[in-house]
């Protein structure tokens, strides 16, 4: 099979089914990571942990305290992080500075 000689599957202890499945997993995880990480970032009832130190500062909480349409934020970070990581670079990191 072209896909066997040309990733050397047999000389690397694999097979193209292997791979196959390896690479549904990784997807699907991805996926999962993509989907469920930033609903639970932006229920967490941590300081800070909704990126809050400028927005305080800057009158943008709504009145329970809370930033509005932070999900969007924690999507666009999980993208980013995901695409960095399958690209082979570090992953990206956002950070929080607060006066607290």
Do not use: C, H, W
């Not at 072209?2 to 390896?22: C, D, M, P, Q, S």
């Not at 930033?38 to 305290?65: C, M, N, T, Y």
């Not at 969007?72 to 999980?78: C, K, M, N, P």
């Amino acid at each position: 099979m072209i896909l066997e000689k040309l990733f050397k599957l047999k000389a690397n202890g694999t097979t193209v089914r292997t791979e196959i499945i390896a690479g549904i997993t990784s997807f699907m995880t991805i996926a999962y990571i993509l989907a469920v990480n930033p609903q639970l970032l932006s229920l967490a009832e941590v300081p800070g942990a909704e990126s809050l130190g400028i927005p305080r500062e800057g009158g943008f909480l709504d009145k329970d305290g809370k930033l509005p349409r932070i999900s969007g934020a924690l999507y666009a970070d999980s993208i980013a992080t995901s695409i960095g990581a399958v690209m082979g670079t570090s992953t990206t990191t956002t950070f929080v500075e607060s006066k607290q």
